[in-house]
């Protein structure tokens, strides 16, 4: 194999597609499509632009829910992608438009959370109640660090001990700006059936 030096755009390399719902100060949720993020058991990071909506509701309300987005829902997702709930719309937000009701625009289905303000998306299979614990300003980013508080999972995804069957799950994979699904496994990490 032969290697050489490139410079991409960004390195999403293939993070999964998660719809953040925030709430703003007149208790509306708002919808921002992100796609990075990582977890360790109960601790969650997520990366955010310092011009979205999703970071200033985030400073007035410190709750969110990762709504885990599943393979079939990219053009519903890509309809809301270049709409902003700032308004005016900063000047940094190129070809962005003000839409203060993503759920309706997006198809989307808003129900009430256990743990937290913002409302959950019926139509994500994996929801995940989050508390913000720290956030970090680093250039024109938000590095969010949140605590799980509560996971919701759509029955048809479990199995009978009420454990998320890894084959029946279909996350939305954004790879190098381009969605994609995942193949069927091809193996299993040791640590699989603990």
């Known amino acids: 194999a032969m290697h050489k030096q490139v410079h991409p755009k960004s390195l999403y390399w293939g993070n999964t597609v998660i719809l953040l719902s925030t709430i703003d100060d007149t208790d509306t ?7 990075s993020s990582w977890s360790l058991s109960n601790n969650i990071v997520i990366g955010l632009s310092l011009n979205s909506k999703a970071i200033e509701n985030i400073e007035n309300c410190p709750e ?11 053009d519903r997702i890509e309809s809301i992608a270049k709409l902003t709930g700032k308004d005016p719309v900063p000047s940094e937000k ?3 438009s003000y839409c203060g009701n993503k759920f309706a625009l997006g198809g989307f289905t808003e129900l009430a959370s256990c743990t937290v303000k ?5 139509e994500c299979l ?20 949140l605590r799980a508080t509560h996971v919701h999972a759509d029955a048809s995804l479990l199995k ?14 954004y790879n190098f700006r381009s969605y994609h699904g995942i193949t ?5 990490n040791f640590k699989f059936d603990n």
Request: aromatic share 4%; charged share 20%.
């Open 29 to 35: 949720t708002n919808i921002t499509p992100i796609s």
């Open 94 to 96: 190129i070809g962005f």
């Open 160 to 173: 009978k001990d009420d454990v998320i069957d890894a084959d029946l799950w279909s996350p939305l994979i």
């Open 184 to 188: 069927s496994a091809i193996g299993r």
């Open 126 to 145: 994996i929801q995940v109640e989050c508390l913000v614990e720290h956030i970090t300003k680093r250039n024109n980013f938000a590095i969010v660090e």
């Open 64 to 74: 969110v829910v990762l709504n885990v987005a599943s393979d079939n829902l990219s």
């Open 118 to 122: 913002p409302s959950r998306i019926q």
